[in-house]
């Protein structure tokens, strides 16, 4: 069965950055629509930005020039997220996920329902 494993989460001060990296124990990023979400305490998991290879598809939740930029490395099952201009709302367990569905619509990439694999999430809080 496939894992997906985060890491590089931390406490940073607002302003400060991050990158988030994901490792995939298959070799399924080349294939899969793979995803960051966040989930901040006592709420819902919220979708950050997905990259689909084989659909050429990077996508954001709005047409707002991205704080946060989703990249991957097909040769080594990695996706990453770098985190600019942090804020302290960006405070949460960033997630990784993926599904093999593809072709998805944006109301599919922004729903957690549609992604059957996810890893442990890392941490990221941002202080004021």
């Known amino acids: 069965q496939v894992q997906l494993v985060e890491s590089g989460g931390g406490l940073v001060q607002a302003g400060g950055s991050l990158r988030l990296s994901c490792v995939a124990s298959g070799a399924i990023v080349s294939t899969y629509t793979m995803a960051w979400f966040r989930q901040a305490p006592e709420e819902e998991r919220v979708f950050v930005a997905a990259?689909?290879?084989?659909?050429?598809?990077?996508y954001y939740p709005d047409n707002r020039k991205p704080r946060f930029i989703i990249s991957g490395d097909n040769a080594t099952d990695m996706v990453f997220l770098q985190m600019n201009g942090l804020q302290t709302t960006d405070t949460g367990v960033y997630s990784c996920a993926a599904t093999p569905l593809r072709g998805l619509s944006a109301s599919e990439y922004l729903s957690p329902r549609h992604y059957t694999i996810w890893g442990q999430g890392t941490q990221v809080t941002v202080s004021s």
């Open positions: 990259i689909s290879w084989s659909d050429a598809i990077i």
